[in-house]
């Protein structure tokens, strides 16, 4: 090993055998030495930071918003009978077996949503709203029946079969494709708007009875299945009087993150449920 002395130094070199290089121990620096050394380093810049644009910031933001969702959703499946998905897109099975029950004023409903029906209608009752079901479970052979009598009343106004269809379909699913089929699906509005003539039609949501309805309906398993602003989710136009049962579990997490039916399950397929 050789020592050598530089300005006020003492630097050792050794060569380490089998590495073929030379390492230097610096013992004793001078102040020269020093700035020599910091003036050899690299300096790092602002400008090699690497910034989002406000089109990556806001895929992050969403990203982490669904994984939130995600993380929050119940512990349910797709193929809960409560979650039965039916529209235009995907028709119900007609050999499925449902049990249905029959109510006081002769309507039909899904036997399994007897309890938080009657509970719902119940409290309205205690709030001062006489609520009355107008339509719950329909048959396929009744849903064509309605379909082909509102085309045709629009044949009647001169339009066009094809525009005829488009209307139609715009509030009456394709026999099927209904949700009524399900047992699951109920239209109710109040005694008083019914007194009006008026019947189903988006304007009853300007009733407080709609409200309490809408305020009340997830603590007994009910959603608004077709939402105003969900209509390119659902194929079907804003519906005030429309509900459908999907569970009480699913109702809140629904109603929270503002969800059509069609979004949750969606939801729920990608979690792997």
Known sequence: ?????IAGSIIMIGLIS????IEETLLNE???SKQSLESSSIPVHSSSIETLTPEEEQQIK???????MLDELP??????WNLILVNNSKLIDPSLKLPLTTLPNGYMIDERIKEDYDKWLE??????????????????????????????RYLDQNYTQEEAVSLTEDYIAIPRGSEHHTGLAVDIVDSEWLKTGKGLIPEYDTQDS????????EKYGFILRFPRGKEEETGIEYESWHFRYVGVENANYIKKYNLSLEEYIELLKDAGK
Do not use: T
Request: include cysteine; aromatic fraction near 6%; charge should be neutral.
């Open 1 to 5: 090993m050789k020592v050598k002395i």
């Open 18 to 21: 089998g590495c073929g290089r």
């Open 30 to 32: 001078s102040p020269e």
């Open 62 to 68: 969403e990203k982490k918003e669904r994984q939130a």
């Open 75 to 80: 512990d349910v499946s797709v193929a809960d």
């Open 123 to 152: 409290k309205a009752s205690e709030a001062g709203f006489e609520m009355v079901l107008v339509s719950s479970y329909r048959s396929v052979d009744l849903q064509q029946k309605n379909y082909d009598a509102s085309i045709q």
């Open 210 to 217: 709609q409200k309490w309805l809408l305020e009340n309906m």
